[in-house]
């Protein structure tokens, strides 16, 4: 249940953005501008019904990075200004990735999210996964008073989202590349939205649309590397850092980047690696019920080499992201990206 002694989550800039904190303009308009948008969430998930108001602050009060919103107003200031309706579109992304995740945690049977119990865990599946379709109606009502554009970027990032979930449960079809089919997963159930705050920011800041265009391939591939970051985190991170359960995607049997490698590893032609690979295997494709089972397994994934290439990989997608950025013109706010993109891939949590 949720803690009313619990503060509500107090705008801040997360770990790893610095250069942004101490910009003497943009540290202070960023934060600002996030504690408006605190207050618009606070507002939008307010219900008369009184189990929707409750379950649907539980998530929303525990906390949170709030990267998108950060995003959607960076991206603003690229293009020249935050203005109200980008305060919007900033609480609109952060709402729909509130959703996403009350019904994330029901399919991931997760125990814990943000360091508190998961909401289907206090008040069960059916009601986690209708206050999550609360919310994602609060994100649609408020995201139609932003324009036709907006309402499609909304409806197009929801059916990615959902169809990148989707592929995740469903797995790689016959004769897919396993690597090939999680790349396009996350691109579909991280990228999307991450790329869509992005294009919001630009969009509503009033940036021409090349710009736009370029915030697009930004979010997609920081989308990628932050959900390259967050898998191997849940294997090498610390509960009370990370907030969640570490080897949650083990015990779903839910194959990450780390994993995969393992995998090609243990199908390749150098016999000592392949051993070495097939040794870890067997404790992932385990009985991973006992916490003492699943801590096994973890630790071997995460001392084994591929856990340090599959950060390389993370890092790789983080570049690409900064690369996109080229054609702007040097700037705080475009510098303020490049942390953002090494801050993704350099956070333990
Ligand atoms: C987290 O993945 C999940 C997502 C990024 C999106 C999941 C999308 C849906 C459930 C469909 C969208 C639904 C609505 C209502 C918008 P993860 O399990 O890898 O990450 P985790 O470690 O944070 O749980
Ligand atoms: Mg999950």
Known sequence: ????????????????????????????LMLRSLERVEERLGEAVRSTDQLADVTARHLLNAGGKRIRPLL??????????VNEDVVEAAVVVELTHLASLYHDDVMDSAPMRRGVETAH????????????????ARASSMVSGLGQESLM??????????????RETAGPAEGDDPVEHYLDVIAGKTGSLIAASGQYGALLGG???????????????????????DDIID???????????????????????????????????????????RKVLALVDGDLSEDEALARAVDAVSEHPVSAEAWRIANQWADEAIEALAPLDDSVAKSALREFAHAVVHRTG
């Open 235 to 277: 294997l090498t991170g610390h509960p009370d850092v990370s907030g969640k359960t570490r080897g949650t995607d083990l015990r779903e049997g839910v194959d990450t980047l780390p994993v995969l490698l393992l995998r090609r590893e243990a199908a390749g032609t150098d016999a000592q690696a392949a051993a070495a690979a």
């Open 72 to 81: 959607a107003l960076l991206a603003a200031e690229v293009a020249g200004s």
């Open 121 to 136: 865990t206090v008040w069960g599946n059916t009601v986690a996964i209708l206050t999550g379709d609360m919310i994602f």
């Open 1 to 28: 249940m949720t803690d009313p002694s619990r503060p509500e989550a107090s705008p801040r800039l997360p770990a790893g953005f610095e250069l942004i904190a101490q910009d003497p303009r943009l540290g202070p």
């Open 153 to 166: 970027i909304q409806a197009r990032t929801f059916e990615r989202l959902v169809i990148g979930q989707l």
């Open 207 to 229: 940036a021409p649309a090349s710009v736009v265009d370029l915030m697009v391939v930004y979010g997609e591939k920081l989308g990628l590397a932050f959900q390259l970051a």
